[in-house]
């Protein structure tokens, strides 16, 4: 077979497709150190001809294709648009660093253009997180290191960025030892693969818990998220199962998390709640909580509407003919045990497709209204924070435990534990809740706090400030209670108090390098340099 062959690039592209799916579907991440290096090898084989960088744009799409159909095709059960758009516009992304790389290999130093390889990638993957709308951070190469969090465990200065940075130079250091043979490049490689590792150890090995804890109860309800399946399955009102859950909760513990979306479940409450009219609601939220939890605060999920009258006050709101403009929410409630709403969180975060309009403001301009639940909704614009016994918890709600950017936000206002109340059952027994729970083991990591998760069906649970799986965990098509015993912390780690910071000085490394680019290659055209 010769090296340069379609058969030959068409294997390496399957090689390559298979490394970085398999932490995306259960497998270690681990994979990731030399999932690129088919691609570059495919570069290396081509030519610097513009009929070979159309060749390599073909074979480094198809394999970003195949790599999004791989990993996130469950999305189609709940939305087919869904995966279409996020692997085309997903795959653009990846492509830009690589074509870039391909481009200047050929034409510039080496070292420049695995300078550009590694910032181009960093910088496209934190403009895809960064983004308020046609955002799908889930591919990021960080993430993919989610059921490795014993190796990961320095994402506390890092955030995954570091995670994405580990895997690109582990690349290239290992491709150049397919290229060079060198002592100098094996030495560099094995460096490069193994100290994250050794630090990662050496981090959780050292690792004090914090003295101070508190008891959470986390339920899952277990409904199904379709009404048709509702019907089928005799759950139309599932009143009565939380009632028996809450009254399994102990009187011991501080908080108590039900669902994304719980209380829309509910025949008496039904839809969005009034922000206006949380008063009428008071004795249903009395005998939901139960009288038997006198210390328990509620934290559930809910649609909630906020009334504006005659006035458009935001760009999301909608307009209904004697009801005025309006912005619905998917919000947090701090419920009392009386069934009074305490406060209120308003997702910041919102699911692109479903909660928000891609390009909205031509929808606008067309005067098409998606609306409701399946329109735009709402933009929380403060990481509130919900207070019981002095103990600070942030209620952060399941898209949201994708951005770790956004995530640290709680942490940062002074939250020493997170709650996350999802609703995982619109994509079916899918890998998709699998990896959304442990998404979260890196949240914990990045910021050391320890995690309630509630989802409505699989998975629900508690880990720790290091990422572990604390007691058992709930999963899918599960219906029951679990409470566990968590640490509670106030110190801020290094990725709490500055975010994404590898991303933004990649991305000004990315924009200095182009310049030295476009500047070596007008020196060479005047034989300035060799």
Known sequence: MRRNSALHHLLLVLLSVALLSLGWLGGTGLTLLVALIPLLVISENLSDSKKDWWRMALWASLAFLLWHAATIWWVWIATPLGPITAGIVGSFYNLCAVMVYHYTSKRAPRALAYTLLVTIWIATEWAYTSADVMTFPWLLLGHGFSTDTWAVQWYEYTGIFGGTLWALCSNIAIFEIMRTRTTTSKVRAGLIAIVPIILSLILLLTYTPSERTTEISVLQPNVPCYEQERIEAGKQDPTEDVKRLISEVPESSTFVLMPESALAYIPQIGGSIDERQFGFYSSLFGEIIAENLPKTKLITGASTLVRYGEVKATDTAHHY??????????????????????????????????????????????????????????????????????????????????????????????????ALISNDGWWGNTPGHKRLFDFCRLRAIETRRSIARSANTGISGFISPTGTTIGERLTWDEQGILTAEVELRDDKTIYTLYGDWIARIATYVAVLAILYFIAYRVRKRNHLVD
């Not at 701090?334 to 406060?343: F, H, K, W």
């Not at 067309?366 to 709402?378: T, Y």
């Open 321 to 418: 003919p004697n009801y005025g403009w309006y912005d619905q929410y998917n919000s947090a409630l701090l419920i009392n045990n009386d069934g009074s709403v305490e406060d209120i969180y308003h997702k910041g975060r919102l699911v692109i497709g479903v909660e928000a309009v891609p390009l909205k403001n031509i929808f606008d301009a067309f005067e098409v209204d998606l609306g409701g639940v399946s329109g735009q909704l709402g933009w929380g614009k403060e990481h509130t924070l919900f207070s019981h016994n002095d103990i600070l918890i942030g209620p952060s709600i399941c898209y949201e435990g994708l951005y770790g950017d956004y995530f640290r936000g709680f942490a940062r206002n002074g939250a020493e534990v997170m």
